[in-house]
């Protein structure tokens, strides 16, 4: 039985979402100190980001590619966001895994230096991905 790959790009800007707003409120709460609530919300986003991974990884298996319809002015603001959103989706795994690797081994300093970089490049990657959906499939009606 195959799934209905229509379902994907919906489930996806979910996901990406989720781990936004994980991401944004896991902040929120290392700043008030609240460590064992920043952790729930950061190892929740690393499991909806990889749930989003997994479930992009199969849809453009199957699908490929989906070409952007809209013409004029807003085609190179798409793909500046699509490129920047691709490019720093591609640095934000490494990142995502050494922040996570080292919070959950209290090196905590190690953990700071390097969340401050991953925090805006993962908050960026999510919020875009789904900037990028909505502009593909709501706004400009794209079909795989």
Do not use: E
Request: proline share 4%.
């Amino acid at each position: 039985m195959a799934l209905d790959l229509s379902i994907f790009p919906a489930l996806n800007a979910g996901l990406n979402g989720a781990s936004a707003v994980l991401i944004t409120s896991g902040r929120l709460l290392i700043r008030r100190q609240k460590v064992r609530l920043h952790r729930a919300c950061m190892i929740a986003a690393v499991v909806t980001s990889s749930l989003f991974l997994a479930c992009y990884l199969y849809y453009h298996a199957h699908v490929l590619s989906v070409h952007f319809p809209g013409q004029g002015w807003v085609r190179p603001v798409y793909f500046t966001i699509l490129i920047s959103h691709t490019m720093l989706a591609a640095t934000v795994l490494p990142l995502v895994l050494l922040s996570l690797t080292s919070g959950l081994r209290a090196r905590f300093d190690r953990h700071r230096r390097i969340s401050r970089w991953t925090f805006p490049v993962w908050l960026y990657v999510s919020v875009t991905g789904v900037v990028v959906y909505m502009m593909l499939y709501q706004i400009y009606g794209a079909h795989p």
